[in-house]
């Protein structure tokens, strides 16, 4: 019921290329879903989030797409760059709620 | 602005000994959690407080203490390092009244039991 599934493991593509990170849910209960960009040696970072009652939420070049039957949600990183280099997490928690539960990351590599 | 401080970044222990990972924000949040991070296992919760004087286990709270007797400091206590308590520690800390709800992360220690 506190799972966060989250695919894939790692991504590599080219500058420009569209990487895309899949994650899945179990529990109802979860109305808020951040996720993380994380560079090596530096603690997670806040980078976009989005709740159920919409299906899509776009910031810059990064987009989240949910499925609220589905319980699945992706983030898009559109025209990706090598900076965009970096450990991807998605979360799940409830508003205002302090107990996040983490997929287990997706390292993303933008060759150059 | 210093956000999430957190002391030490490196440390190296001998098994059996004890620690104390320091946690301090300066942001008036209420809320504070710790977590490890492993290869291939995201980031597990420790211990949480959801502010001064209270506490609460997470997902893996197994040989870790915690106290929160002020709004801005956690720290971590390792009562006896173990080997598999070799990993990546982050503070983190949040607030519901603000407006995006997720967390302001530390920059890590990284822990190491021999």
């Known amino acids: 019921q506190q799972q966060v599934k989250q695919s894939p493991q790692s991504l590599i593509v080219q500058k420009g290329g569209i990487p895309i990170i899949n994650c899945a849910y179990e529990?109802?209960?979860?109305?808020?879903f951040p996720w993380y960009q994380q560079f090596p040696g530096k603690g997670p970072a806040l980078l976009i989030a989005i709740r159920p009652d919409v299906s899509e939420k776009k910031e810059g070049r990064f987009t989240i797409s949910f499925n609220k039957s589905a319980k699945q949600f992706s983030l898009h990183i559109m025209d990706s760059q090598p900076g965009d280099s970096a450990t991807y997490f998605c979360?799940?928690?409830?508003?205002?709620?302090?107990?996040?539960?983490f997929g287990a990351g997706t390292r993303l590599f933008v060759k150059a | 602005n210093a956000g999430v401080t957190q002391t030490p970044k490196f440390q190296v222990l001998k098994t059996g000994q004890s620690m104390t990972l320091q946690c301090a924000q300066d942001m008036n949040h209420e809320y504070m959690s710790w977590y490890r991070q492993d290869p291939g296992m995201g980031l597990r919760l420790i211990h949480y407080s959801v502010g001064a004087g209270i506490t609460d286990q997470g997902e893996v709270p197994n040989g870790y203490n915690v106290s929160r007797s002020t709004t801005e400091d956690f720290p971590l206590r390792l009562l006896s390092a173990a080997p598999s308590q070799t990993s990546v520690y982050f503070c983190a800390s949040s607030s519901p009244r603000g407006k995006l709800y997720g967390y302001t992360f530390g920059s890590g220690t990284r822990l190491t039991v021999v």
């Open positions: 529990n109802t209960a979860f109305d808020y």
């Open positions: 979360a799940a928690q409830r508003t205002g709620g302090f107990k996040t539960i």
